[in-house]
């Protein structure tokens, strides 16, 4: 059924009679002008499915975070696990902001006597529709962008997320939360092995951060006056060129027999249903 998460008579409405919530919902983007829709939607909307969790009584609620709410240091090479503590950075964008004061509202709830899980993929990647981020991965690719950066981070199957999350509510595990991430890959090697998928050109020329500053000022400028929403901006510009590193042991660690799905293999997924899906 349709639920505005922000009107608590919904969120109360849609789960009566509910034992288990998979809480996946929230607004990603790194669009400046949608900076404090996003920071004030995320971190409510949490607050209103927690509360009605505890005062409902659920059995168990698992929540879908991110790895960028565990906060960025701008420490090269540091890797980070679920144990690290936010710290205010200029390195943190808008969106781990929003994702990690949701966090807190999912801590506060444990607290209160919720039993309940988090978890904290990478960048998920997986068939979805136009308009969704990975699609613009797809779309760059498609017309053959020619500049890549040097940056890396850690990048999941959105399929592997979900079986994570089912395993973890099944799971004798509460109050903890779990990185999920197939692992850390450079943004150059996602962008080619996106363009091999497509049969198109590979990235061939490096940005360095003073070129990709350019790029994303420019890009700005481009979108103001089409008003259309922006590709690059200051934040995705900052993530291309960071070297962010995740442990995902964990998790596997907990369930002996989980795999993940190789990032290869979820491109090729991606590039098949986009193409099919744009054949004219």
């Known amino acids: 059924m349709p639920c505005d998460l922000l009107d608590i008579y919904d969120v109360e409405d849609a789960m009566k009679g509910i034992t288990d919530v998979y809480h996946c919902a929230a607004i990603v983007t790194f669009d400046p002008r949608k900076r404090e829709e996003m920071l004030h939607i995320n971190p409510e909307s949490t607050a209103n499915i927690v509360?009605?969790?505890?005062?409902?009584?659920?059995?168990?609620?698992?929540?879908?975070?991110?790895?960028?709410?565990?906060?960025?240091?701008?420490?090269?090479?540091?890797?980070?696990?679920?144990?690290?503590?936010?710290?205010?950075?200029?390195?943190?964008?808008?969106?781990?902001?929003?994702?990690?004061?949701?966090?807190?509202?999912?801590?506060?709830?444990?607290?209160?006597?919720?039993?309940?899980?988090?978890?904290?993929?990478?960048?998920?990647?997986?068939?979805?529709?136009?308009?969704?981020?990975?699609v613009q991965l797809l779309h760059a690719a498609n017309r053959e962008f020619s500049f890549y950066t040097k940056g890396v981070t850690s990048w999941v199957d959105v399929a592997d997320v979900v079986k994570a999350?089912?395993?973890?509510?099944?799971?004798?595990?509460?109050?903890?939360?779990?990185?999920?991430?197939?692992?850390?890959?450079?943004?150059?090697?996602?962008?080619?092995?996106?363009?091999?998928?497509?049969?198109?050109?590979?990235?061939?020329?490096?940005?360095?951060?003073?070129?990709?500053?350019?790029?994303?000022?420019?890009?700005?400028?481009?979108?103001?006056?089409?008003?259309?929403?922006?590709?690059?901006?200051?934040?995705?510009a900052n993530n291309a060129i960071t070297f962010s590193y995740y442990n995902n042991e964990k998790l596997t660690r907990l369930l002996h027999d989980f795999t993940y799905t190789p990032i290869n293999q979820s491109i090729v997924l991606m590039a098949r249903s986009f193409i099919n899906s744009h054949k004219k």
């Open 51 to 134: 509360n009605q969790a505890l005062q409902q009584g659920i059995r168990k609620m698992a929540y879908v975070s991110s790895v960028a709410a565990l906060g960025r240091t701008g420490i090269a090479g540091k890797e980070m696990t679920e144990a690290e503590e936010w710290s205010e950075s200029r390195y943190n964008s808008a969106y781990g902001i929003s994702k990690y004061l949701a966090e807190t509202e999912v801590w506060r709830g444990i607290g209160e006597g919720l039993n309940a899980v988090i978890v904290n993929p990478g960048i998920m990647l997986g068939e979805c529709e136009d308009g969704d981020p990975p």
């Open 165 to 236: 999350l089912m395993l973890l509510m099944e799971a004798d595990v509460q109050a903890e939360r779990f990185i999920v991430s197939a692992g850390n890959i450079a943004y150059r090697e996602i962008f080619t092995l996106i363009a091999s998928a497509l049969s198109k050109k590979p990235p061939r020329y490096y940005a360095n951060p003073f070129m990709t500053g350019i790029a994303w000022r420019w890009s700005q400028l481009k979108n103001s006056i089409t008003g259309t929403a922006p590709l690059l901006t200051k934040e995705t």
